[in-house]
T-cell receptor, first 115, second 118 residues
Framework: DQQVKQNSPSLSVQEGRISILNCDYTNSMFDYFLWYKKYPAEGPTFLISISSIKDKNEDGRFTVFLNKSAKHLSLHIVPSQPGDSAVYFCAASSYSGGGADGLTFGKGTHLIIQP | GAVVSQHPSWVICKSGTSVKIECRSLDFQATTMFWYRQFPKQSLMLMATSNEGSKATYEQGVEKDKFLINHASLTLSTLTVTSAHPEDSSFYIC??????????????FGPGTRLTVT
């Protein structure tokens, strides 16, 4: 049973427009969410994160929105640039007695920015 | 800052042999490191959590006797795939948490190791 879902395997957006990547989760114990960018045969690169006590976090062109009641989060990239083309993973974590747990990842969305 | 390296980046081994993969935090100390595996076009799956100076905690379904993890120092964790078989062929990625600066949740990932077992 997949606890973090990214239902769009790919997304194509025109350069300069807004890219919106979506993520849903089922485990209500998750209290921290992260977005990573990944190229083939490389490790993920951290982009932005959000705590469950917030509903929005912004960092430059990247904004993450969290809707706890819907168990849904989204990553907005604006304006989209060619260098943004990559696979984006949504990840979630919870805090247990010994510290934050390992991350649970979605399957990723391949974002393609078209010139 | 927050650089994590892995060695080797790519390895081919014969079925039945063992392979060791190293994960190092280069500019920070990591009391906790994680090991993930990614199959082609799949998500990253957490295999185990490695804490410096103690035994690793394995996720359900991951054989601890097959995937030996040693976190001997604050900057090094190793994953040894013992008696490797073709089905162990995968992309193995480690991550580390900066014990001083980063949020307790944020992890920095290494570049990954491509293991091919023939």
């Amino acid at each position: 049973d997949q606890q973090v879902k990214q239902n769009s395997p790919s997304l194509s957006v025109q350069e300069g427009r807004i890219s919106i990547l979506n993520c849903d989760y089922t485990n209500s114990m998750f209290d921290y969410f992260l977005w990573y960018k990944k190229y083939p045969a490389e490790g993920p690169t951290f982009l932005i994160s959000i705590s469950s006590i917030k509903d929005k976090n912004e960092d430059g062109r990247f904004t993450v929105f969290l809707n706890k009641s819907a168990k849904h989060l989204s990553l907005h990239i604006v304006p989209s640039q060619p260098g943004d083309s990559a696979v984006y993973f949504c990840a979630a974590s919870s805090y247990s007695g010994g510290g934050a747990d390992g991350l649970t990842f979605g399957k990723g969305t391949h974002l393609i920015i078209q010139p | 800052g927050a650089v994590v390296s892995q060695h080797p980046s790519w390895v081919i081994c014969k079925s039945g042999t063992s392979v060791k993969i190293e994960c190092r935090s280069l500019d920070f100390q990591a009391t906790t490191m994680f090991w993930y595996r990614q199959f082609p076009k799949q998500s990253l799956m957490l295999m185990a959590t490695s804490n410096e100076g103690s035994k690793a905690t394995y996720e359900q379904g991951v054989e601890k006797d097959k995937f030996l993890i040693n976190h001997a120092s604050l900057t090094l964790s190793t994953l040894t795939v013992t008696s490797a078989h073709p089905e162990d062929s995968s992309f193995y990625i480690c991550s580390a948490r900066d014990r001083l600066w980063a949020s307790v949740y944020e992890q920095y990932f290494g570049p990954g190791t491509r293991l091919t077992v023939t």
